[in-house]
């Protein structure tokens, strides 16, 4: 593994959002022979949050011990609350003072309270598990996911940065030892890659007092790091390549941002959100113009129920 694929510190997307590589392996098999997970995700990337808990719920009924099925839940709220307030959108990422920014946004109270419900339910049955086997690839794998999303809250939704630091260190930890004990995890480079982007783009002031914490960042480790997730995870593969699109438009990259794009296109139609996205994308390229603001996250929520 090269340096910029090690684990890094700093702030993670989601929702720090992690998840296992879809390579073969006993670990990844134990995760991904789940089909009613995978029929959640993807009614959650079609934007029918509600579907999309109705299937994790019915996992959650069958397998009441299995703290994936709670963290995909709580993922659900997460996921909501993002495409209501358009943080997966280029309008958000493109700004820095929303992308950056302290300006804490106005969340669903409702969904607020079902999200952290559901993730620190996720934590207390991973949490035993891994007391009684340290090395328990579900277990790590919900705790970097359920921290991650935390902190993903946090600097999101909040925009408590400094306050999300402890979580993602926590989240980093678990990351790491993911890895150990399943190298081919490749989704856990979403959080160190989304991570490093994120901290490695902060002004030199803020990266100057993060590295007294412990904190430090590579934009372009990070980017490549988030190809790998893109690439070659399974439950939140899409969600690396939105935000892997968003990065790379922040880059200038657009031939990158418009292969993820279009491939999000091609396999979620229904989700307005990608097609608004890939069509901005193609209309200023055509131009010349810059990115100009997408349809609210809400309105194309709305549009879909």
Not at 22 to 39: N, R
Not at 40 to 52: C, D, I, T
Not at 118 to 146: C, G, I, N, W, Y
Request: charged letters at 25%.
């Amino acid at each position: 593994m090269s340096p910029r694929q090690q684990t890094s510190r700093g702030w993670c997307f989601h929702l720090a959002v992690v998840t296992l590589g879809a390579s073969v392996g006993w670990g990844q098999a134990q995760i991904f022979e789940t089909p009613e997970l995978d029929a959640g995700f993807r009614l959650l990337y079609e934007l029918k949050p509600e579907e999309a808990r109705a299937k994790f719920a019915a996992w959650q009924a069958s397998h009441p011990q299995d703290a994936l099925g709670v963290a995909a839940e709580a993922a659900s709220y997460l996921f909501e609350e993002c495409y209501r307030q358009g943080v997966l959108t280029s309008a958000y990422f493109l700004d820095d003072k929303l992308f950056l920014g302290k300006i804490a946004l106005k969340p669903d109270p409702d969904l607020r309270a079902a999200f952290f419900a559901a993730d620190r339910r996720a934590q207390d049955l991973a949490r035993p598990q891994l007391e009684h086997d340290p090395d328990d690839v579900k277990a790590l794998f919900v705790m970097t996911l359920s921290l991650g999303m935390e902190a993903d809250y946090a600097s999101l939704i909040d925009k408590r940065q400094i306050e999300s630091l402890a979580m993602i260190r926590e989240a980093d930890d678990f990351a790491k030892r993911l890895l150990v004990v399943n190298p081919d995890a490749s989704d856990a480079y979403l959080t160190l890659g989304a991570a490093n982007y994120i901290i490695g783009s902060l002004p030199a002031f803020k990266r100057f007092f993060l590295k007294f914490k412990g904190v430090s960042g590579d934009k372009q480790g990070g980017i490549e790091q988030l190809e790998i997730a893109a690439a070659r995870g399974h439950y939140l593969r899409p969600f690396a390549k939105v935000i892997l699109a968003m990065v790379s438009l922040r880059e200038k990259n657009l031939a990158l941002a418009r292969i993820q794009l279009q491939e999000l296109v091609a396999e979620f139609p229904q989700n307005p959100l990608f097609a608004a996205e890939l069509a901005k994308l193609n209309t200023s390229s055509d131009t010349g113009a810059s990115a100009t603001s997408p349809p609210s996250g809400l309105a194309l929520l709305v549009h879909t129920r």
